[in-house]
């Protein structure tokens, strides 16, 4: 097995867990949250997401074998491309708080990537197209576009830029890592991208760690 397809399919793992721990958040909140008409269906099946993301042009499969449905309606969604995962996508069931979601990670590159909103356009549409409620056309992409990007966002750290929308609360996490065999020798070495959004419309926004754990 290549190893950094082991590596990252662990990453997948672990922000899955992740996904279940908000969702396990927002289930407790969900009473406090009221009900709104909010088309299309949500969460969306399988074939809606590869619609979706046929129709802006990403070259992605979606893993049956890592689409995980759970008894209380929540899901899971993994998609390939190149034999590597490149988005994670995560929904809350119909009775829980409306809430989803999204792991990007940038195929492997010799340098560190540097960080710009427009390399991420189509991936906020997905978002904005998948949660369904939004006004108009771009505005999740507009509503973080607009925000500075700090000249410490390129350090191998995370950063995190919020935004309140008429019909979500929304943030969108960025940071690099170096990543690469045993010794950092071989081909597989080089640098990731990875980009997490989380959009939901409880009035309090949970704070989870960006690796899963609870330090």
């Keep these: 097995m290549n190893p950094i397809w082991a590596s990252n399919r662990g ?25 709104r008409s909010t088309p299309p269906p949500f969460p969306p099946d399988a074939a809606a997401v590869v619609d979706i993301v046929e129709s802006l042009g990403f070259d992605w499969t979606l893993s049956e074998e890592d689409t995980v449905s759970y008894p209380d309606g929540r899901v899971t969604f993994s998609l390939y491309g190149e034999g590597y995962p490149e988005a994670l996508i995560g929904c809350s069931g119909p009775q829980e708080a409306k809430a989803m979601q999204l792991f990007f990670e940038m195929p492997l590159l010799p340098e560190k990537p540097r960080f710009a909103w427009e390399d991420w356009e189509d991936h906020f549409s997905l978002a904005e197209q998948l949660y369904g409620g939004f006004s108009d056309e771009g505005e999740l992409y507009r509503a973080f576009s607009a925000q500075e990007i700090p000249e410490s966002v390129d350090l191998s750290r995370m950063h995190t830029w919020r935004a309140e929308l008429p019909s979500a609360r929304c943030t969108v996490s960025w940071r690099t890592e170096r990543t690469g065999t045993a010794g950092g020798q071989g081909p597989s070495e080089g640098w990731t991208g990875r980009l997490s959004m989380t959009i939901l419309e409880a009035e309090d926004l949970p704070q989870v760690p960006e690796d899963g754990s609870q330090s």
């Design 11 to 35: 990453w997948a793992l672990t922000i899955r867990k992740r996904v279940l721990c908000l969702f396990g958040l927002l289930a407790v909140m969900s009473p406090l949250v009221g009900c």
